[in-house]
């Protein structure tokens, strides 16, 4: 498995779903060994920030990574199609502190890529296999297991009639996460949008992109029958990215979001810190 990167810059502009602030983001090609690092704008100069466990700062509704006291908001999406695209290298850079939303899926990045075009390069990409691993609260669970490949299956339980059980899955090895995965939308249920809007958050949200829940229907028709488990499954594997390794594991998850899914992911940091001194 090569490290790839894009194979020329690209200019992405849009709304933050939380901010509701215009932001352009340039996406830039990277050398190997660089990963996926956020260039984020300051005044007249700039502060790095890893796509990197350690530097996420807050889990609620959305991922925030901080460095130094400068942020950069609403990045899982983003790093969702870096990790389904297999694209290892990059330089995000930001004008704002939060990435455009787009349609409220990965869409608008997987496009970009497309446009950009991907490359490899000339070095392995750095893979990790975990041990049997598993957190959860009263509300939900995610663990992984050590697999050839990776695989997700992703279980989104609820009790609203119309919603239910749904259930997502991702394979490596057979499925297509711009088809399959990318398009699924970002969404809410009613009663959690008015509260958000409570709290300063989802200032940019619409039905243009997100889907809101209502008791009896849904803000716009499906893209797939099970469009909240992929989005569901979608953040999962942004979150992973994280790790700043390929993940040779079998990930299951259910019910769980992005704070529980950051308590795994410092769990498997401290193993792949662990491997890195083993091998050196």
């Known amino acids: ?142 663990g992984v297991e050590p697999a050839p490949h990776f695989s997700a299956h992703y279980v989104f339980v609820t009790e609203h009639p119309l919603v239910g059980i749904q259930e997502a899955v991702f394979d490596a090895e057979t499925n297509d996460f711009a088809l399959e995965v990318a398009p699924a939308r970002t969404f809410g249920f009613y009663e959690e949008v008015r509260q958000l809007w409570e709290q300063g958050l989802a200032k940019g949200g619409s039905f243009d992109n997100a889907i809101v829940v209502f008791p009896d229907r849904y803000s716009s028709p499906l893209r797939f029958p099970d469009e909240l488990a992929r989005h569901k499954l979608l953040d999962l594997m942004g979150d992973l990215m994280l790790l700043g390794v390929r993940l040779r594991g079998r990930v299951r998850g259910q019910s769980s979001g992005h704070t529980l899914h950051h308590l795994l992911c410092q769990v498997l940091w401290r193993q792949v810190e662990q491997e890195a001194i083993a091998q050196w």
Do not use: Y
Not at 40 to 57: K, M, N
Not at 97 to 122: C, H, M, N, R, Y
């Open 1 to 142: 498995m090569k490290r790839k990167t894009l194979r020329q810059s690209i200019c992405v502009r849009g709304i933050g779903l939380h901010t509701g602030a215009e932001t352009t983001v340039v996406l830039h090609p990277a050398h190997a060994g660089t990963g996926i690092l956020f260039r984020v704008r300051v005044g007249e100069g700039s502060v790095d920030i890893p796509a990197l466990t350690p530097f996420v700062g807050d889990t609620r509704r959305r991922v925030v990574l901080v460095r130094d006291g400068v942020t950069v908001q609403t990045v899982e999406h983003l790093l969702a199609a870096f990790f389904g695209m297999g694209i290892t290298e990059a330089v995000v850079e930001v004008d704002g502190d939060e990435l455009p939303i787009g349609d409220g899926s990965a869409q608008i990045w997987v496009d970009a890529f497309k446009t950009a075009g991907i490359v490899e390069l000339d070095k392995p990409a750095p893979v990790f296999v975990p041990d049997l691993t598993s957190v959860g609260n009263g509300d939900g669970v995610v």
